[in-house]
């Protein structure tokens, strides 16, 4: 009885055991069916607003613009005087400043007076000058009687050769004294008063004298600063590694502080032959036109070389951009109060603005406070 019990559990154990192996070859023989990949769902590209949301409030919206793509970063230089018209005045004489004629930001033409000097020099000067001219004319009529005498064989050769010697000697001691007026503007009637002139045409930019001032040619600052302001310099130091891109007559990109918002163009004028030894930098100068009179000698500046003009991209305030990863977003306003977050590719990354060329398109309005807000906004609807 015990023996038919152990063989009939026996067989059941070598069933179990059969039945397992026939479930796992069949399993392993018929395959599972694929699961699909997981991946993670992207954010919504849209945040929306109402209309009257206080978020709005916080957000700062402006339109873009292409504009020619820089061939480096931009470079820190300064505004200045264009001295092909500029003109430094001091006054060529030593005297005492009694009458101011032209303040700063006078306009004047070439010969207008700005300072009358009362100068014993200009006297001394009057005085010589008409000396000579007396004693040319007394050495004339000398000349005249001794050319009659000589004529009539009444004095001898040697004598009137003297009297021929003595006229030419006035005679260029008067065009010497005569020179010197020329050279100082004088007429010979001003009696000691100098009128110091402005020798071109522009703007009293600068004044460097007060009545009763005492003068002279030595001063270290010249009394008066006359230049054409609507035509300035724009000078930069530009680090060596950007020479190659450089030429003259290319466009340049000029922003100020006084102007952040705004951007000047000017063109490459000169570029230096030798680097500064110490700072391996090249001296630049550029051209630019000042018609609207906004901006100022020893102005700060930041400077943008500029590509050629087919090749252009967008430019973005860095404060627009937003960065996740290897990636850099943006927020473009669809509508009021809707925003698309969108991937741009950003070319020239500088201190304050980007150019991007792709993304956004020219005329677009971008958000350019509050874009971290958007953003912040978008990752919490993507939860």
Same mark, same amino acid.
């Given at each position: 009885?015990?023996?038919?019990?152990?063989?009939?559990?026996?067989?059941?154990?070598?069933?179990?055991?059969?039945?397992?192996?026939?479930?796992?070859?069949?399993?392993?023989?018929?395959?599972?069916?694929?699961?699909?990949?997981?991946?993670?769902?992207?954010?919504?590209?849209?945040?929306?607003?109402?209309?009257?949301?206080?978020?709005?409030?916080?957000?700062?919206?402006?339109?873009?613009?292409?504009?020619?793509?820089?061939?480096?970063?931009?470079?820190?230089?300064?505004?200045?005087?264009?001295?092909?018209?500029?003109?430094?005045?001091?006054?060529?004489?030593?005297? $005492?400043?009694?009458?101011?004629?032209?303040?700063?930001?006078?306009?004047?033409?070439?010969?207008?007076?700005?300072?009358?000097?009362?100068?014993?020099?200009?006297?001394?000067?009057?005085?010589?000058?008409?000396?000579?001219?007396?004693?040319?004319?007394?050495?004339?009529?000398?000349?005249?009687?001794?050319?009659?005498?000589?004529? $009539?064989?009444?004095?001898?050769?040697?004598?009137?050769?003297?009297?021929?010697?003595?006229?030419?000697?006035?005679?260029?001691?008067?065009?010497?004294?005569?020179?010197?007026?020329?050279?100082?503007?004088?007429?010979?009637?001003?009696?000691?008063?100098?009128?110091?002139?402005?020798?071109?045409?522009?703007?009293?930019?600068?004044?460097?004298?007060?009545?009763?001032?005492?003068?002279?040619?030595?001063?270290?600052?010249?009394?008066?600063?006359?230049?054409?302001?609507?035509?300035?310099?724009?000078?930069?130091?530009?680090?060596?590694?950007?020479?190659?891109?450089?030429?003259?007559?290319?466009?340049?990109?000029?922003?100020?502080?006084?102007?952040?918002?705004?951007?000047?163009?000017?063109?490459?004028?000169?570029?230096?032959?030798?680097?500064?030894?110490?700072?391996?930098?090249?001296?630049?100068?550029?051209?630019?036109?000042?018609?609207?009179?906004?901006?100022?000698?020893?102005?700060?500046? $930041?400077?943008?070389?500029?590509?050629?003009?087919?090749?252009?991209?967008?430019?973005?305030?860095?404060?627009?951009?937003?960065?996740?990863?290897?990636?850099?977003?943006?927020?473009?306003?669809?509508?009021?109060?809707?925003?698309?977050?969108?991937?741009?590719?950003?070319?020239?990354?500088?201190?304050?603005?980007?150019?991007?060329?792709?993304?956004?398109?020219?005329?677009?309005?971008?958000?350019?406070?509050?874009?971290?807000?958007?953003?912040?906004?978008?990752?919490?609807?993507?939860?």
């Amino acid at each position: 009885m015990k023996l038919k019990i152990k063989l009939a559990i026996g067989g059941a154990i070598v069933s179990l055991a059969a039945g397992t192996v026939v479930l796992v070859n069949y399993f392993q023989a018929v395959p599972l069916p694929e699961q699909p990949a997981t991946t993670a769902q992207p954010g919504p590209r849209m945040v929306r607003y109402a209309k009257d949301a206080p978020q709005l409030s916080s957000l700062k919206v402006e339109p873009v613009q292409a504009f020619a793509l820089p061939v480096a970063d931009p470079v820190n230089g300064h505004i200045a005087y264009d001295e092909n018209v500029t003109a430094r005045i001091s006054s060529p004489l030593t005297g $005492r400043v009694v009458r101011l004629l032209r303040e700063v930001g006078d306009q004047v033409k070439a010969g207008d007076p700005l300072v009358v000097i009362d100068s014993a020099d200009l006297a001394s000067a009057e005085a010589d000058w008409q000396k000579s001219r007396a004693d040319t004319e007394r050495k004339k009529l000398a000349l005249e009687r001794a050319q009659n005498l000589i004529e $009539r064989e009444v004095i001898a050769r040697k004598d009137f050769e003297s009297a021929q010697a003595d006229y030419q000697q006035a005679l260029a001691e008067s065009r010497r004294s005569a020179q010197k007026m020329r050279l100082l503007n004088a007429s010979g009637h001003e009696n000691g008063r100098f009128v110091l002139k402005a020798p071109i045409s522009g703007i009293v930019a600068d004044r460097q004298v007060n009545p009763g001032m005492e003068v002279r040619p030595d001063l270290q600052n010249p009394l008066f600063v006359v230049t054409d302001i609507s035509r300035l310099w724009l000078v930069a130091d530009v680090p060596e590694r950007y020479i190659a891109d450089l030429r003259p007559g290319q466009m340049v990109s000029v922003q100020t502080d006084a102007y952040p918002q705004s951007q000047f163009p000017a063109i490459v004028e000169k570029i230096g032959i030798a680097l500064d030894p110490t700072t391996r930098r090249v001296q630049v100068r550029c051209r630019i036109k000042n018609m609207d009179m906004r901006l100022r000698p020893e102005m700060y500046a $930041r400077i943008t070389f500029l590509a050629d003009g087919s090749k252009k991209a967008i430019r973005v305030a860095n404060s627009a951009l937003v960065s996740e990863g290897l990636y850099n977003y943006a927020f473009v306003e669809a509508q009021p109060g809707q925003f698309e977050r969108r991937r741009v590719n950003i070319v020239l990354k500088g201190p304050d603005v980007s150019f991007v060329d792709s993304g956004i398109a020219d005329g677009e309005k971008v958000v350019v406070r509050g874009a971290l807000l958007l953003n912040a906004e978008a990752s919490s609807n993507a939860q």
